[in-house]
């Protein structure tokens, strides 16, 4: 035990992390006089019979005044979209893990993936219960361990073998990057002189693959870096984001527009709107339906600390509550100040119900909310790998204690927390 | 207390009466290092280690906005952070493993860097890299200990706070550590690197 560990370095642009930093938007401190007239004015809008309209009126994304963007800028008739506001209002609470529940899982174990070395990571849900997976096979070449191949396996919720969708050769120059199931797609990133979208289309038991758009879309990377990509794939479209050499980030969509923006935390899609969440607190907006407008979202809410969405309903988790947009109509406000938000991450959502993991005070533990009541209950579980849990196209997919062989609930058959 | 405890103390303290820039500052410029390296220590990256970095004191600053800062409970407001920053660590982790990983096959190439050469800067993640991997022969609990006592020079006492458990216990596994160490022959060094 004599080896060094690598040297101590300093932060890189600590300056600008620290006023990165200070420049995020907080939720001021609560004064009691503050809280006093707005409890007031909350008594005098319930009797009026009118709070719940007018809890938000309306979310205004304003189109941004810096100047030197690469971006074509917005044409001034699009200058603002909005989003629904919500109409309703419900309490977060938390309530015990319903022992029946405790029976679906044991009755939708799966199987363990086949033994070998390397890493398996759970990648999403497909339509009918497949989980989806993906494994890279690690060998022992001479005295090192390369990474000799990825494997993409689907396992169904009847049957417990597991259907190998494609395998990369990772010595080629081929590997996969994200993976995502959208719907009735599988979208994934992968490498060839560059990155690419690609995507499958689903066949049903995905014991076959299709790779029908190829790319579908295509980051230059002539002259840069792709440090970083990240997916999200939603029903109206598709972003993701590379880091660039020169320190740069860029948001590319399904539609063949790009924008610069930052090192992004979360992010979600509502209607043809990504919304970014960025490591440093500000909060980013995009209309990929306007193909050529960005825009910087103006929110009369506090700042977000996470965004999640299914396509069809976003999550905006602020300090103090959660805000549930819905595509087609009105949403939840959620005074969710049970719930420690500040120390939580890795939202998800998916119709109804939306996960989340809590790294506070020292367990990681993930909790699983009914938005429609407001009711949430911890997973029974301290497992290290409890980031793994959450909600995924209409599926609940738990991590067993064992390792990693999950468990896949129909959501459908939770019924209600209440 | 000697008299940099209890400046830090103090910036705490102010924190805790509200976001005060100033504080926030002080503790950066104090701590942000030590956060930044634990960071890299624990996902051998040092990107994903500089977003952590940058994740915990925002966490810092937006619960002092929120008036919600704790209570000092340790010597050393440094293992309350080094407590936080583990726990984002846990957080970028889950996202950016295995892009991290396409990256690097993708170029071979660091980004620029002002401090280190481009070989130093792959060198010490593939050495980090490799450490990680010999520490799989540990458990979970016993490698947090490791990081914060034997690595991030926190105390047993501070260990304790950063993780919530009783010193009984971080002694204990960090005995247990040490062993199962010595016994799978690590090669690195358990005592710290400045």
Redesign the interface.
Known sequence: ????????????H?DE??A???A?P?????RWPLVLIAGIVLVAMIVAGSYASRRMDSVELATPSSAGSTVPGPSSSASTMTVPAPSERAVAHEVAWPDEWTALLEQHQMAAPPAGTGFV?IVGVGPDGQVITRRDIVEEVGAE?V?SRQVLESSGLDRSDTVVIQEWD?GSDW????VVVDGDSLLF?Q?RY??VLGRYQWHPGMSTAELVDEPAQTADTTNS??????LQGQADGIAVWF?Y?D?GYQLVTSDGASFPTG?V?SLAVLDTTVWLLL???TLDGYDIGAGTQTATPTIDLPPP?WLASDGQTMLYIH?TGIERWLNQGPGVTMDATSVDI??S??WQVSGKWASWCQ????I?TCYLMDLTTGAYTSLPTTT?LA?ESGVSNGFLVYQQDDGWSPAVVPLDALGNLQ | MDTGLAAEANAWERLRR??D?DA??EL??TH??SV??FC??RLAD??AA??A???T???L???A????VEPLRAASERAVLL?MAR??C??VA???L??????H???E?P??????TPEEWW???E??RE?R?ALAVLS?GQRDVVELVC?SGLGVTEASVA???PTGTVKSRLSRARAA??AAN?????G???
């Open positions: 035990m004599n080896r060094p560990l690598p040297s101590e370095r300093d932060v890189p600590g992390m620290i990165a930093i200070l995020a907080v939720r001021p401190r609560r990571e361990r990474l990772a590997e996969v990057g994200d990133t490498s560059g990155v870096w792709p440090a970083m990509a990240h880091n050499e320190g090192p935390k490591h440093d607190g600390v300090e500040l120390t991450a890795q790294n506070y005070p020292n990681p290290t980031g | 509200g976001a820039p926030l500052t950066f410029r942000s290092r930044y390296n890299f220590r040092w990107d500089e977003d970095t940058q994740a004191f925002l966490a600053w937006r619960r906005a929120a008036g919600r407590g726990q984002e846990q957080t889950r996202g950016k295995r892009r991290d990983r396409l990256a096959r993708l170029t190439q980004p620029t860097v002002t401090e280190q060198e010490a993640v050495t980090m450490i991997r979970a690595w993780l919530g458990l160490l010595a690590f090669e690195y060094t358990l710290g690197a400045k």
